[in-house]
């Protein structure tokens, strides 16, 4: 089993639309990350949450640590927003990251 | 500052050849990371250093070998490659932020073939 699994796999939208994306966990964590993958492959980091919630423009994650849960949401979904969106977790203790398999967002006009 | 960069972007070897990916970080961060992704897989880190002088073994490391050669530079070397080893290879550095712990930053990617 894995320790980090995401939902959806996959999510289609319409422009305009309110997009949750989902990351359940297994392990004691000390910070959760949400990263972005383009589609020409490369990899940014969203944000990093040891509690609470977070909001960077559009994007807002928040983070639940007692039901080991996070939520990457993304507010007015806009094309260009089409990726893949990466939950990785670190363990308690330790220095590396365990990455979810990601959830791939295509965003149409 | 360029952040991570990766070289080669993109290479094909035949079974059995060796070769050896480059990665330079320019933001003074300790750590580095090895990664290879594959479809359907999450990331899988193969191997890591936490400072200069210190490399440490992840979760793949199995055909794989790494010189952190200072401060700047990891490096990945396949003595003997495999088709099992056909992937997308990321290096990363890690920067601690303030009282938040560490944020990674990834490298531009090499697409290995391995025929």
């Known amino acids: 089993k894995n320790e980090v699994e995401q939902s959806p796999q996959n999510l289609t939208a319409q422009e305009g639309e309110f997009i949750t994306i989902n990351c359940s966990y297994s392990?004691?964590?000390?910070?959760l990350h949400w990263l972005q993958q383009h589609p020409g492959g490369g990899i940014v980091s969203l944000f990093m949450?040891?509690?609470g919630k977070k909001k960077h423009g559009r994007l807002i994650a928040t983070i639940n640590i007692q039901e080991k849960h996070s939520s990457l949401h993304i507010t007015a979904s806009h094309p260009r927003d089409s990726a893949v969106y990466i939950c990785a977790v670190r363990p308690g203790g330790s220095e590396k990251l365990v990455f979810g398999k990601g959830t791939k967002l295509t965003v149409n006009p | 500052n360029a952040g991570v960069t990766q070289t080669p972007k993109f290479q094909v070897l035949k079974t059995g050849q060796s070769m050896t990916l480059q990665c330079a970080q320019d933001m003074n961060h300790n750590s580095m990371y090895w990664y290879r992704q594959d479809p359907g897989m999450g990331l899988r880190l193969i191997y890591y250093s936490a400072s200069e002088g210190t490399t440490d073994k992840g979760e793949v490391p199995n055909g794989y070998n790494v010189s952190r050669l200072n401060k700047r530079e990891f490096s990945l070397r396949l003595e003997s490659a495999a088709p099992s080893q056909t992937s997308v290879y990321f290096c990363?550095?890690?920067?601690?932020?303030?009282?938040?712990?560490?944020?990674?930053?990834f490298g531009p990617g090499t697409r290995l073939l391995v025929l």
């Open positions: 392990v004691g964590i000390s910070a």
């Open positions: 949450l040891s509690s």
């Open positions: 990363a550095s890690g920067g601690r932020d303030r009282g938040n712990g560490e944020t990674q930053y």
